[in-house]
C-alpha cells in the first residue's frame, strides 16, 4: 500500500488575490498536488516547470487558469515526465476575490 500523504506532510500556504501570486516552489516532489481552497472565494492555478503566472480564464483555452473552488480538496496528478523536476505554482482570484490555498505533494496510488 502506498501513502498518499504521510501524516507530516510539507504544506505551502499561498495567500491569492486579484494579482497572480509570485511563483513558488511546490513544497516537495510526488505524483500529486493536493490544493485545499480555505476560501472564501474561487482561484486559479498555474502548476508547471520554471516561473509560473496564474490567469483567469477568458476565451482562449489555457494551462494557466486551472479553477479551485472555494472551500474544495483538489487533487491533481503530475505527468510522469515531470516526477523529478521540482515544479511552481502560481495562483490569482477574480477582481475583488481571496483565498488561502494551501498546497500539499504526495505519492498517490
Known amino acids: 500500500m502506498i501513502d498518499i500523504f ?6 505551502l500556504p ?3 488575490t486579484a494579482t497572480a501570486s509570485t511563483s513558488a516552489a511546490l513544497p516537495a516532489l510526488g505524483k500529486i498536488v493536493r490544493l485545499v481552497n480555505e ?3 474561487i482561484c486559479f492555478v498555474s502548476i ?3 516561473a509560473q503566472t496564474a490567469t483567469l480564464p477568458n476565451a482562449t483555452p489555457t494551462a494557466t487558469s486551472t ?3 472555494a472551500g474544495s480538496d483538489v487533487v491533481l496528478s503530475i505527468p510522469d515526465p515531470l516526477l ?3 515544479l511552481s505554482i502560481s495562483a490569482i ?4 476575490g481571496t483565498a488561502t490555498l ?3 505533494c504526495g505519492e498517490g496510488q
Open 93 to 96: 482570484c477574480r477582481s475583488g
Open 102 to 104: 494551501d498546497v500539499q
Open 48 to 50: 508547471g516547470n520554471g
Open 84 to 86: 523529478t523536476t521540482p
Open 14 to 16: 499561498i495567500t491569492v
Open 67 to 69: 479553477p479551485i473552488l
Open 6 to 11: 504521510p501524516a507530516r506532510v510539507l504544506t
Open 39 to 41: 476560501g472564501p472565494s
